[in-house]
């Protein structure tokens, strides 16, 4: 007696399974770094509309936040399997880089803040009263939840994309294209009504791309530390408050210019490959 339709075309599938399964491994594993920034954004920007709807405003930029982070353990739980997603996640953990590399990604934000501060000042356009001391005062205890969002940008922006970029362009060319898509990344941000739509978007992604620059300079020269890369990031987006108290008309372009100086430092210094021969010798850092 022949099996019923149904049952045959249950069959069939099951046997195309692993077939397909190895295909969509194989297109991912092919393509793994266009599809991680199609993931990523599609997360985002999904996230973005569903804060036009009023129950969800509180949750969608938060869930929007870990778009990086689950993007590239999807991806590369599919196209490389636990072992690699296991080196992905150790790569947060990586404390054990020297403290001068904490002293750096904690100061170097700081340090350009209050150079940005002190120099609007000399042109009288920084006033400390800009800045929303209230505001300030009642978001402290929530502090860490900046790292915390850092740190799931930054699996995905450092952790996963930057090595691959890495494998083939030298390090500066690498750190502006991650830059330059990771400003794009934050567009929606910009439209009317929305969190940046007051800041003016030209200068706001050149600082992001400069920025890319000396966050590949701590990676490289951590071992490929994404909780540097976090804490750079984290204390970047607290001494934002700095730059809050210089006139809104100068703001952008005393952010942009800082960072952009910062950023030829650093290749002056470090050189295209942004890491020291020294470094490059006694590490194993990531292509």
Not at 2 to 28: C, H, I, N, W, Y
Not at 171 to 200: E, M, Q
Request: zero cysteines.
């Amino acid at each position: 007696m022949d099996d019923p339709p149904s049952l045959k075309r249950q069959t069939e599938a099951e046997r195309q399974a692993p077939g397909r399964q190895r295909d969509l491994r194989a297109f991912v594993r092919r393509h793994s770094l266009v599809v991680y920034f199609l993931f990523a954004f599609a997360w985002f920007w999904s996230s973005i509309a569903l804060n036009n709807i009023r129950q969800l405003r509180f949750w969608s930029l938060m869930i929007g936040a870990l778009a990086p982070a689950i993007s590239a353990l999807t991806i590369t739980g599919i196209s490389e399997g636990e072992p690699a997603l296991r080196e992905l996640v150790r790569r947060l953990w990586k404390w054990r880089v020297g403290w001068k590399w904490y002293a750096i990604a904690v100061g170097l934000p700081i340090a350009a803040g209050l150079f940005a501060a002190s120099v609007a000042s000399a042109f009288g356009v920084f006033r400390l009263a800009r800045i929303n001391m209230d505001m300030l005062r009642a978001t402290l205890p929530a502090f860490w939840t900046v790292y915390l969002f850092a740190a799931g940008e930054e699996l995905g922006w450092r952790g996963y994309s930057l090595p691959r970029l890495l494998a083939r362009h030298n390090a500066v060319i690498a750190s502006l294209i991650l830059g330059t898509i990771h400003a794009v990344w934050h567009w929606p941000l910009f439209l009317p009504h929305s969190y940046l739509s007051d800041i003016p978007i030209i200068p706001w992604t050149i600082s992001i791309a400069a920025q890319a620059i000396v966050f590949t300079w701590i990676f490289r020269n951590t071992g490929g530390s994404v909780m540097m890369a976090a804490l750079f990031h984290g204390t970047e987006n607290i001494s934002q408050t700095l730059f809050d108290g210089i006139d809104p008309l100068w703001m952008p372009r005393f952010r942009s210019t800082i960072d952009v100086a910062v950023a030829i430092i650093v290749v002056l210094v470090a050189g295209t490959k942004l890491m020291r021969e020294r470094e490059r010798l006694g590490k194993t850092i990531p292509a």
